[in-house]
């Protein structure tokens, strides 16, 4: 089920809390209501995928039970392995596979399996309340709580990606506390926002991106519409999976529910480091405080820094997708921010200008290569960025218009939390013009099958 999509927005949202509401002053069956909730929200897509969800969920909560009650952390260390390697059969069996091939000239068997919508981000949402167990820094949950944890369902197929500590303490709140009225009205204004830039913004550069990059798997593109699908597609993936974001980050607010923020305005960033401090922030400091400090991060010299940095990167470009160009994508982050560490070890001040434009043109150019179907795609684009194809025919001018508003709405200075919980004020006539908008992309969205959002494939 699709946030943008009808069902979504005029009967399961409006169902789901007026039932959570209506159950306010009762805490278990609200929490199992937003439980079943959740389950037919998953299940919507495919109901095949939802046994694994619950054996992941519900048997990562025995073995914590287990080691709470033996003290046994091979417990905790055995459901990291098992969830990894859930993660890893559905994600990545057919690529090593794959892989394999390459390497020997063999053929081999192909599993062949579907991948299961968000399992990348409950996956890695377990796993932290694993190792913060293991660390002995995560209490002990009921079932209850930590099902709804898991499967909480603004956030359980894109994220954000949720701590323990940041969201089991939210589920002992009143709903109905003072400011409930504010809460939901902020909620669903930032809810609304976010699913216009999805709408008009993201899903509308999709129509001019998602031609040329087919265009890559066969030939050469023209050298104006690849700079223009470079581009498009670098805003489209920013205000496709920040709406995303930002819309169950509304829809949790409406329910009194805080959730971390997951961008803030990253092509306004001035330095690499800056970037992946405002770039998908949950999966960030999952990586950081999951895999780069433990690896070593940068306390134990050059060498340590060197490989904890390559193999968090090249981690995150795996995570993304099971692909080379992924990888790739991966470590050339890494590559990067090697250099600009080495940069800011030698003290030499950059205009922040420069090091503006430097940070936007290197994440622009390698989300090139992150669109890419594969690296045979990915070098045809290159050759159409030089020209290789000649220049070729002009993107239509209300392409080239939303790219410019795109940028513009990219480098504005505020979130669209930001906007909505610090500078929104409470006025009828700001309700009325998101009434109107909500319900003119209600009525968009209705023309055909909503546009999916791109991270779901991951």
């Given at each position: 089920?699709?946030?943008?999509?009808?069902?979504?927005?005029?009967?399961?949202?409006?169902?789901?809390l007026?039932?959570?509401y209506?159950?306010?002053?009762?805490?278990?069956?609200?929490?199992?209501?937003?439980?079943?909730?959740?389950?037919?929200?998953?299940?919507?897509?495919?109901?095949?995928?939802?046994?694994?969800?619950?054996?992941q969920?519900?048997g990562?909560?025995?073995?914590?039970?287990?080691?709470?009650?033996?003290?046994?952390?091979?417990?905790?260390?055995?459901?990291i392995?098992?969830?990894?390697?859930?993660?890893?059969?559905?994600k990545?069996?057919?690529?090593?596979?794959?892989t394999?091939?390459?390497?020997?000239?063999?053929?081999?068997?192909?599993?062949?399996?579907?991948?299961?919508?968000?399992?990348?981000?409950?996956?890695?949402?377990?796993i932290?309340?694993?190792?913060?167990?293991?660390?002995?820094e995560?209490?002990?949950?009921q079932?209850?709580?930590?099902t709804?944890?898991?499967?909480?369902?603004?956030?359980?197929?894109?994220?954000?990606i949720v701590?323990?500590?940041?969201?089991?303490?939210?589920?002992?709140l009143?709903?109905l506390?003072?400011?409930?009225?504010?809460?939901?009205?902020?909620?669903?204004?930032?809810?609304?926002?976010?699913?216009?830039?999805?709408?008009?913004?993201?899903?509308?550069?999709?129509?001019?991106v998602d031609?040329?990059?087919?265009?890559?798997?066969?030939?050469?593109?023209?050298?104006?519409?690849a700079?223009?699908?470079?581009?498009?597609?670098?805003?489209?993936?920013?205000f496709?999976?920040?709406?995303?974001?930002?819309?169950?980050?509304?829809?949790?607010?409406?329910?009194g529910?805080?959730?971390?923020?997951?961008f803030?305005?990253?092509?306004?960033?001035?330095?690499?480091?800056?970037?992946?401090?405002?770039?998908?922030?949950?999966l960030s400091?999952?990586?950081?405080?999951?895999?780069y400090?433990?690896?070593?991060?940068?306390?134990?010299?050059?060498?340590?820094?060197?490989?904890?940095?390559?193999?968090?990167?090249?981690?995150?470009g795996?995570?993304?997708?099971a692909?080379?160009?992924f990888?790739?994508?991966?470590?050339?982050?890494?590559?990067?921010l090697?250099?600009?560490?080495a940069?800011?070890?030698?003290?030499?001040?950059?205009p922040?200008l420069?090091?503006?434009?430097?940070?936007?043109?290197?994440?622009?150019?390698?989300?090139?290569?992150?669109?890419?179907?594969?690296?045979?795609?990915?070098?045809?684009?290159?050759?159409?960025?030089?020209?290789?194809?000649?220049?070729?025919?002009?993107?239509?001018?209300?392409?080239?218009?939303?790219?410019?508003?795109?940028?513009?709405?990219?480098?504005?200075?505020?979130?669209?939390?930001?906007?909505?919980?610090?500078?929104?004020?409470?006025?009828?006539?700001?309700?009325a013009?998101?009434?109107?908008?909500?319900?003119?992309?209600?009525?968009?969205?209705?023309?055909?099958?909503?546009?999916?959002?791109?991270?779901f494939?991951?």
């Amino acid at each position: 089920m699709l946030f943008h999509s009808q069902i979504f927005i005029l009967v399961f949202l409006p169902i789901v809390l007026g039932l959570y509401y209506a159950l306010a002053r009762h805490d278990r069956p609200r929490e199992w209501m937003l439980i079943a909730a959740s389950l037919l929200f998953y299940s919507w897509w495919d109901v095949r995928f939802l046994p694994l969800l619950l054996i992941q969920a519900l048997g990562s909560w025995v073995l914590c039970e287990l080691y709470f009650g033996t003290g046994h952390r091979l417990l905790l260390r055995l459901g990291i392995v098992l969830n990894l390697a859930v993660l890893a059969t559905f994600k990545y069996l057919d690529f090593f596979v794959e892989t394999a091939e390459q390497l020997t000239g063999l053929s081999f068997p192909r599993a062949g399996l579907i991948l299961p919508i968000g399992i990348s981000f409950y996956t890695f949402q377990i796993i932290s309340y694993l190792v913060d167990a293991l660390r002995g820094e995560a209490p002990r949950y009921q079932m209850r709580r930590f099902t709804l944890f898991v499967v909480l369902f603004p956030q359980l197929v894109a994220g954000p990606i949720v701590r323990h500590n940041e969201i089991m303490t939210q589920f002992n709140l009143d709903p109905l506390r003072e400011g409930v009225a504010e809460r939901i009205g902020r909620g669903l204004s930032l809810f609304v926002l976010a699913m216009l830039a999805k709408v008009f913004v993201a899903d509308r550069l999709a129509m001019l991106v998602d031609p040329v990059f087919a265009q890559t798997s066969a030939e050469v593109p023209g050298q104006a519409m690849a700079w223009a699908a470079l581009f498009g597609f670098g805003f489209q993936i920013f205000f496709d999976f920040a709406a995303y974001s930002e819309m169950a980050i509304g829809i949790a607010l409406a329910m009194g529910l805080a959730l971390p923020m997951n961008f803030n305005q990253p092509y306004r960033a001035t330095s690499l480091r800056d970037f992946w401090r405002r770039w998908h922030m949950t999966l960030s400091r999952f990586l950081r405080d999951y895999v780069y400090i433990p690896l070593g991060g940068s306390k134990e010299g050059w060498g340590q820094y060197l490989s904890a940095t390559l193999a968090t990167m090249g981690l995150c470009g795996l995570w993304h997708g099971a692909g080379w160009t992924f990888i790739i994508w991966g470590l050339a982050h890494g590559v990067g921010l090697i250099i600009n560490r080495a940069w800011q070890q030698l003290g030499v001040p950059l205009p922040r200008l420069l090091g503006w434009l430097l940070t936007f043109c290197f994440a622009i150019l390698l989300f090139g290569l992150f669109r890419a179907t594969d690296l045979a795609s990915a070098g045809n684009l290159m050759l159409g960025l030089l020209g290789s194809a000649g220049f070729g025919e002009l993107p239509k001018p209300t392409n080239l218009l939303l790219i410019g508003l795109a940028g513009a709405l990219a480098l504005q200075p505020l979130p669209g939390l930001t906007m909505v919980t610090e500078w929104l004020r409470p006025r009828p006539a700001y309700a009325a013009v998101l009434a109107v908008a909500a319900l003119y992309v209600a009525l968009e969205v209705g023309k055909g099958q909503a546009q999916s959002f791109i991270y779901f494939q991951f």
